[in-house]
């Protein structure tokens, strides 16, 4: 299975991702020249070359799977997909909201918008660029996100975005349509996958992950599959893990019928 291959965080470049392949898949990396202007321009160059791999991967009637550093990436993606004619429902599986906006956020970090920004948070910034047209609300679910702050919180109380437990993922419970998955491997309890950027205590042992993810794939429904993998370069400790969860994210995929 050919997969994407984006190495970033943000609109950093990240040369040492530590990216454990498993055996015999073959990994592209696009070409992409980022303008030399602020970090929106940055953002939304970095997104438009996604989104046109992902148009061209969607048009072939493959899967367009990326695996990158940020689910970020999965903005550009889901503009890519649009472009070929395909209008995606999200699931996105993470320890953190990732609904903060400019006016919420403490930290200042854009990768904590990454799902608001896509469902249209500031179009100006990001989707109208892109020519994005944001999901509707009732067909985006939010998985774990055991992370919340407050404005996060409140935002989901009177949204109509879902919010699921890992077990609660089921065929039923899932949007109708084709699929955008965000799969962010820091919803791994990160006593068992050291090295995280934004570590959550607690959460699911990657062997539940994977079975979850499983039954996502095995409704043949997904069109595009970001696999984020959100750490800090180093860390062999953790390659034995890392390279469990993409292979075991690769495999279920695979077998769904993609």
Known sequence: MPIIYLPYHLDEHLAALDLPLPAGIEATEPVVELPREDVWARLAGLYEAVARVVEEEARSGTVATVVSGDCTISIGMAAGLQRAGIDPAIVWFDAHGDLQTLETTTSGYLGGMALRLLGGYRSDLIAGPLGLSPPAE?????????????????????????????????????????????????????????????????????????????????????????????????????????????????????????
């Open 138 to 258: 009732d067909r985006v679910v939010l998985v774990d996100a055991r992370d919340l702050d407050q404005a996060e919180a409140d935002y989901l109380a009177s949204s109509a975005v879902r919010r699921l437990a890992l077990g609660e993922v089921s065929e039923e419970t899932l949007p109708a349509g084709p699929l955008l998955v965000n799969f962010d491997l820091d919803i791994v309890d990160p006593a068992e996958l050291p090295g995280l950027r934004y570590p959550a205590a607690g959460g699911p042992a990657p062997a539940a992950l994977l079975r979850a993810a499983e039954t996502v794939f095995a409704t043949g429904r997904v069109a595009a599959l970001n696999v984020a993998c959100t750490w800090d370069p180093g860390h062999p400790e953790a390659d034995e893990v890392r390279r469990e969860l993409i292979a075991g994210a690769l495999a279920a995929l695979r077998a769904g019928g993609a």
